[in-house]
Protein backbone atom coordinates (compact mmCIF):
# COMPACT_ATOMS: atom_id res chain seq x y z
CA UNK A 1 0.00 0.00 0.00
CA UNK A 2 2.73 2.17 1.18
CA UNK A 3 4.42 0.99 -2.67
CA UNK A 4 1.84 2.20 -4.45
CA UNK A 5 0.92 5.38 -2.94
CA UNK A 6 4.37 6.38 -2.78
CA UNK A 7 4.49 5.59 -6.82
CA UNK A 8 1.25 7.76 -7.09
CA UNK A 9 2.89 10.58 -5.12
CA UNK A 10 5.61 10.15 -7.76
CA UNK A 11 3.52 10.16 -11.01
CA UNK A 12 1.82 13.32 -9.63
CA UNK A 13 4.55 15.13 -8.87
CA UNK A 14 6.35 14.20 -12.59
CA UNK A 15 3.56 15.14 -13.94
CA UNK A 16 2.78 18.44 -11.91
CA UNK A 17 6.19 19.27 -13.26
CA UNK A 18 6.24 18.58 -16.88
CA UNK A 19 5.42 21.60 -18.91
CA UNK A 20 3.46 20.74 -22.40
CA UNK A 21 5.13 21.71 -25.80
CA UNK A 22 3.44 23.41 -29.00
CA UNK A 23 3.87 20.77 -31.78
CA UNK A 24 5.31 21.63 -35.00
CA UNK A 25 2.78 21.74 -37.96
CA UNK A 26 4.51 23.38 -40.82
CA UNK A 27 4.18 20.25 -42.94
CA UNK A 28 1.06 21.71 -43.88
CA UNK A 29 1.84 24.44 -44.90
CA UNK A 30 0.97 25.05 -49.16
CA UNK A 31 -1.93 22.60 -48.59
CA UNK A 32 -4.69 23.39 -51.50
CA UNK A 33 -7.20 25.79 -49.74
CA UNK A 34 -5.02 27.16 -47.10
CA UNK A 35 -3.14 29.87 -47.40
CA UNK A 36 0.15 30.13 -45.85
CA UNK A 37 -0.77 33.14 -44.36
CA UNK A 38 -4.21 31.85 -42.41
CA UNK A 39 -2.10 28.87 -41.22
CA UNK A 40 0.55 30.90 -39.78
CA UNK A 41 -1.71 32.86 -37.76
CA UNK A 42 -3.89 29.61 -36.98
CA UNK A 43 -0.48 27.95 -35.89
CA UNK A 44 0.61 31.18 -33.43
CA UNK A 45 -3.25 31.06 -32.10
CA UNK A 46 -2.15 27.15 -31.03
CA UNK A 47 1.12 28.48 -29.65
CA UNK A 48 -1.07 30.64 -27.56
CA UNK A 49 -3.20 27.60 -25.86
CA UNK A 50 -0.18 25.65 -24.97
CA UNK A 51 1.63 28.83 -23.49
CA UNK A 52 -1.48 29.68 -21.61
CA UNK A 53 -1.57 26.05 -19.92
CA UNK A 54 1.66 25.92 -19.04
CA UNK A 55 1.51 29.48 -17.46
CA UNK A 56 -2.23 28.79 -15.99
CA UNK A 57 -1.00 25.27 -14.31
CA UNK A 58 1.73 26.94 -13.03
CA UNK A 59 0.12 29.23 -11.56
CA UNK A 60 -2.50 27.09 -9.84
CA UNK A 61 0.45 24.86 -8.51
CA UNK A 62 2.39 28.25 -6.97
CA UNK A 63 -1.14 29.19 -5.79
CA UNK A 64 -2.34 25.95 -4.14
CA UNK A 65 0.99 25.76 -2.47
CA UNK A 66 1.18 29.04 -1.01
CA UNK A 67 -2.30 28.41 0.61
CA UNK A 68 -4.09 30.23 -2.01
CA UNK A 69 -6.71 27.31 -2.63
CA UNK A 70 -9.59 29.16 -1.73
CA UNK A 71 -8.90 32.53 -2.92
CA UNK A 72 -11.43 33.93 -5.57
CA UNK A 73 -8.27 34.21 -8.07
CA UNK A 74 -7.81 30.21 -7.75
CA UNK A 75 -11.32 29.94 -9.07
CA UNK A 76 -10.91 31.85 -11.39
CA UNK A 77 -8.13 30.32 -13.05
CA UNK A 78 -9.14 26.61 -12.24
CA UNK A 79 -12.30 27.62 -14.80
CA UNK A 80 -10.35 29.09 -17.30
CA UNK A 81 -7.79 26.01 -17.49
CA UNK A 82 -10.50 24.09 -19.30
CA UNK A 83 -10.87 26.84 -22.32
CA UNK A 84 -6.61 27.06 -22.35
CA UNK A 85 -6.02 23.40 -22.57
CA UNK A 86 -8.79 22.19 -24.86
CA UNK A 87 -7.95 25.11 -26.77
CA UNK A 88 -4.46 23.61 -27.12
CA UNK A 89 -5.86 19.85 -27.50
CA UNK A 90 -8.47 20.25 -30.04
CA UNK A 91 -6.53 22.56 -32.27
CA UNK A 92 -3.85 19.66 -31.96
CA UNK A 93 -6.16 17.07 -33.24
CA UNK A 94 -7.74 19.74 -35.95
CA UNK A 95 -4.32 19.84 -37.17
CA UNK A 96 -3.53 16.34 -37.06
CA UNK A 97 -5.96 14.96 -38.89
CA UNK A 98 -5.11 17.40 -41.73
CA UNK A 99 -2.42 16.89 -44.39
CA UNK A 100 -4.18 13.93 -46.02
CA UNK A 101 -5.49 13.32 -49.63
CA UNK A 102 -9.26 13.83 -48.56
CA UNK A 103 -9.69 10.07 -49.70
CA UNK A 104 -10.96 7.74 -47.25
CA UNK A 105 -10.00 3.98 -47.48
CA UNK A 106 -13.63 2.22 -48.38
CA UNK A 107 -11.87 -0.88 -46.54
CA UNK A 108 -11.28 0.84 -43.44
CA UNK A 109 -13.37 -0.16 -40.14
CA UNK A 110 -14.47 3.42 -39.70
CA UNK A 111 -15.97 3.62 -43.50
CA UNK A 112 -18.03 0.68 -43.05
CA UNK A 113 -19.06 2.03 -39.41
CA UNK A 114 -20.38 5.15 -41.28
CA UNK A 115 -21.89 3.14 -43.83
CA UNK A 116 -23.51 1.08 -41.64
CA UNK A 117 -24.68 3.83 -39.13
CA UNK A 118 -25.87 6.78 -41.37
CA UNK A 119 -26.56 4.85 -44.45
CA UNK A 120 -23.76 5.51 -46.72
CA UNK A 121 -20.49 7.82 -46.35
CA UNK A 122 -22.15 10.74 -48.45
CA UNK A 123 -24.88 10.67 -45.91
CA UNK A 124 -22.87 11.25 -42.87
CA UNK A 125 -20.64 13.62 -44.96
CA UNK A 126 -23.70 16.03 -45.30
CA UNK A 127 -24.65 15.75 -41.67
CA UNK A 128 -20.96 16.23 -40.69
CA UNK A 129 -21.18 19.45 -42.91
CA UNK A 130 -24.72 20.43 -41.54
CA UNK A 131 -23.10 20.27 -38.35
CA UNK A 132 -19.95 22.56 -39.09
CA UNK A 133 -22.18 25.04 -40.62
CA UNK A 134 -24.20 25.47 -37.38
CA UNK A 135 -24.60 29.38 -36.75
CA UNK A 136 -21.86 30.40 -34.85
CA UNK A 137 -17.91 30.26 -33.52
CA UNK A 138 -17.07 26.54 -32.80
CA UNK A 139 -16.19 23.16 -33.67
CA UNK A 140 -17.66 20.06 -35.53
CA UNK A 141 -17.01 17.20 -33.95
CA UNK A 142 -17.59 13.67 -34.91
CA UNK A 143 -17.11 11.45 -31.73
CA UNK A 144 -17.24 7.80 -30.89
CA UNK A 145 -19.74 6.66 -27.59
CA UNK A 146 -17.82 3.66 -26.68
CA UNK A 147 -21.09 2.78 -24.24
CA UNK A 148 -23.41 2.70 -27.61
CA UNK A 149 -20.32 2.02 -30.06
CA UNK A 150 -22.19 4.59 -31.94
CA UNK A 151 -20.77 7.90 -33.89
CA UNK A 152 -22.04 10.74 -33.41
CA UNK A 153 -21.48 14.20 -35.57
CA UNK A 154 -21.46 16.98 -32.85
CA UNK A 155 -21.66 20.78 -32.67
CA UNK A 156 -19.30 22.38 -29.61
CA UNK A 157 -19.92 25.90 -28.98
CA UNK A 158 -16.58 26.70 -26.87
CA UNK A 159 -13.57 25.13 -26.08
CA UNK A 160 -14.66 24.05 -22.62
CA UNK A 161 -18.22 23.03 -22.53
CA UNK A 162 -20.60 20.35 -24.33
CA UNK A 163 -18.40 18.02 -24.71
CA UNK A 164 -19.74 14.48 -24.91
CA UNK A 165 -18.89 12.94 -21.45
CA UNK A 166 -16.73 9.41 -22.38
CA UNK A 167 -16.95 10.42 -26.00
CA UNK A 168 -13.70 10.03 -28.28
CA UNK A 169 -12.80 12.58 -30.79
CA UNK A 170 -12.20 11.08 -33.98
CA UNK A 171 -12.46 13.98 -36.58
CA UNK A 172 -12.55 17.57 -35.45
CA UNK A 173 -13.05 20.54 -37.73
CA UNK A 174 -12.19 24.13 -36.61
CA UNK A 175 -14.94 26.28 -37.55
CA UNK A 176 -14.49 29.61 -35.11
CA UNK A 177 -14.20 32.76 -37.58
CA UNK A 178 -10.21 32.22 -37.81
CA UNK A 179 -10.11 29.34 -38.75
CA UNK A 180 -11.26 30.57 -42.32
CA UNK A 181 -12.62 34.22 -42.39
CA UNK A 182 -9.36 36.10 -43.09
CA UNK A 183 -9.08 33.62 -46.93
CA UNK A 184 -12.85 32.57 -46.87
CA UNK A 185 -14.76 35.93 -45.70
CA UNK A 186 -18.42 34.53 -44.81
CA UNK A 187 -17.66 31.59 -47.13
CA UNK A 188 -18.02 28.73 -44.66
CA UNK A 189 -19.04 26.44 -47.32
CA UNK A 190 -16.16 26.58 -48.94
CA UNK A 191 -13.45 26.28 -46.75
CA UNK A 192 -15.73 23.10 -45.26
CA UNK A 193 -14.88 21.93 -48.85
CA UNK A 194 -11.35 22.55 -48.71
CA UNK A 195 -10.81 20.66 -45.00
CA UNK A 196 -12.52 17.97 -46.45
CA UNK A 197 -9.97 18.11 -49.51
CA UNK A 198 -7.28 17.43 -46.92
CA UNK A 199 -8.66 15.38 -44.34
CA UNK A 200 -5.98 12.55 -43.62
CA UNK A 201 -8.60 9.80 -43.28
CA UNK A 202 -5.78 7.70 -42.07
CA UNK A 203 -5.43 9.52 -38.96
CA UNK A 204 -8.85 9.63 -38.55
CA UNK A 205 -9.44 5.87 -39.01
CA UNK A 206 -6.94 4.98 -36.76
CA UNK A 207 -7.85 7.15 -34.12
CA UNK A 208 -11.31 5.10 -34.44
CA UNK A 209 -9.74 1.51 -35.02
CA UNK A 210 -8.01 2.76 -31.40
CA UNK A 211 -10.77 3.24 -29.69
CA UNK A 212 -13.22 0.67 -31.33
CA UNK A 213 -10.64 -1.99 -30.58
CA UNK A 214 -10.73 -1.52 -26.97
CA UNK A 215 -14.13 -1.85 -26.18
CA UNK A 216 -14.18 -5.11 -27.77
CA UNK A 217 -14.63 -8.00 -24.85
FE1 LIG B 1 -8.63 27.61 -34.25
Known amino acids: MLR ?6 MICSTLSADKYTAKDYTRLVGMQGFSDQLLQMHFKLYEGYVKNS ?17 SYEYGALKR ?15 FDNLGG ?7 STLFAALTL ?4 FEKWKSDFIATGLVRGIGWAI ?9 LVNCWINEHDVGHLATGRPILIMDV ?15 Y ?9 WDVVASRYATVNESKKP
Open 117 to 120: QFGS
Open 80 to 94: RLRWEFDGMRLHELY
Open 192 to 200: ITSFFANIN
Open 54 to 70: NDLLAKLESLSSSGGAS
Open 101 to 107: SGVINQK
Open 4 to 9: YALGFF
Open 142 to 150: LYYDPEQRR
Open 176 to 190: FEHAYMPQYGLDRAQ
